[in-house]
């Protein structure tokens, strides 16, 4: 599989706007369903959201709808993640990886972006 690479984190404020990146080498990006999850310092990483291949199909964790947006432009290889209203609880490593629908399998992780939200 083509790896992945997450980029767009970094250290922002409570309230602000970013979008993070996932960047798939190859050209079988866009056979793929794609998922974004999360990892906060001591806790396990939980599922963030999912597109699947034609962006039909979009399924959200109840903790972000309305505040995160994921889409996907399959002739740039690449998923986003829009996150609006950022919140402090929202400081994590973000991930990307492949999936076979919304609800997974995933698999071939990225290294992940760190995103710093101050209050």
């Known amino acids: 599989q083509a790896p992945l690479v997450e980029s767009g984190g970094g250290l922002v404020q409570a309230g602000d706007s970013m979008r993070l990146s996932c960047v798939a080498s190859?050209?079988?990006?866009?056979?793929?369903?794609m998922g974004w999850f999360r990892q906060a310092p001591g806790k396990e990483r939980e599922f963030v959201a999912a597109?699947?291949?034609?962006?039909?199909?979009?399924s959200y964790a109840d903790s972000v709808k309305g505040r995160f947006t994921i889409s996907r432009d399959n002739a740039k290889n690449t998923a986003y993640l829009q996150i609006n209203s950022l919140k402090a609880e929202d400081t994590a490593i973000y991930y990307c990886?492949?999936?076979?629908?919304?609800?997974?399998?995933?698999?071939?992780w990225g290294q992940g972006t760190q995103v710093t939200v101050s209050s």
């Open positions: 990886a492949h999936g076979r629908g919304v609800n997974g399998p995933f698999d071939n």
């Open positions: 190859g050209h079988l990006f866009s056979t793929y369903a």
């Open positions: 597109i699947t291949w034609s962006g039909r199909l979009i």
